[in-house]
């Protein structure tokens, strides 16, 4: 095999991979698996290569773009700093269900079904920053406890123990 029919291969494969991902060399499959990570993060966070990467992934797939930044602003929603701000929660939450209905991104309006299912826990949790979590395993580890000791006969002795242990 000569060494022109080699070179002739790399420059042919080099425009391909050029023509989709602007120069990156980068296939689409090595384009979304290498973002994967950088859609965790806020775009403030982002690398100098990731940004880029994200303009190019933005460019390629509008849809991955509009579940990204309906995701960010859910995460900014709940962020803590917006713990205890009553005056415009319900402004707040309406115009991300809008938005997240106006993306027509089905993954997208699945997650914001199930937010709006859990609308006034997820609102309580903005409203006092308290989630139940404390209630949840005090319960757990009664289940606990009463599956530990099945059984028992005397009911008096059995209540006085989970009202020492739970006290």
């Known amino acids: 095999m000569s060494i022109s029919l080699v070179q002739s291969v790399f420059e042919w494969l080099s425009r391909v991979r050029g023509e989709w991902g602007k120069n990156n060399g980068e296939t689409p499959a090595e384009m979304l698996s290498r973002s994967r990570f950088l859609l965790f993060k806020r775009p403030e966070e982002w690398t100098n290569t990731?940004?880029?990467?994200?303009?190019?992934?933005?460019?390629?797939?509008a849809e991955i773009k509009k579940?990204?930044?309906?995701?960010?602003?859910?995460?900014?929603?709940?962020?803590?700093?917006?713990?205890?701000?009553l005056h415009n929660i319900d402004k707040r939450w309406n115009k991300w269900l809008f938005q997240a209905d106006a993306d027509n991104v089905s993954e997208i309006a699945a997650f914001a079904a199930s937010a709006e299912r859990h609308e006034e826990k997820i609102?309580?949790?903005?409203?006092?920053?308290?989630?139940?979590?404390?209630?949840?395993?005090?319960?757990?580890?009664?289940?606990?406890?009463?599956?530990?000791?099945?059984?028992?006969?005397?009911i008096d002795f059995f209540l006085y123990r989970v009202n020492k242990y739970f006290a």
Do not use: H, V
Request: proline share 0%; no cysteine.
């Open 50 to 61: 990731q940004q880029n990467r994200s303009e190019i992934l933005f460019e390629n797939y």
């Open 123 to 154: 609102k309580n949790y903005l409203r006092t920053g308290k989630t139940n979590a404390s209630a949840e395993g005090t319960n757990a580890k009664l289940q606990r406890f009463l599956s530990a000791n099945y059984g028992t006969r005397d």
């Open 67 to 85: 579940a990204y930044y309906n995701i960010l602003s859910f995460r900014e929603l709940l962020d803590t700093k917006n713990l205890n701000r």
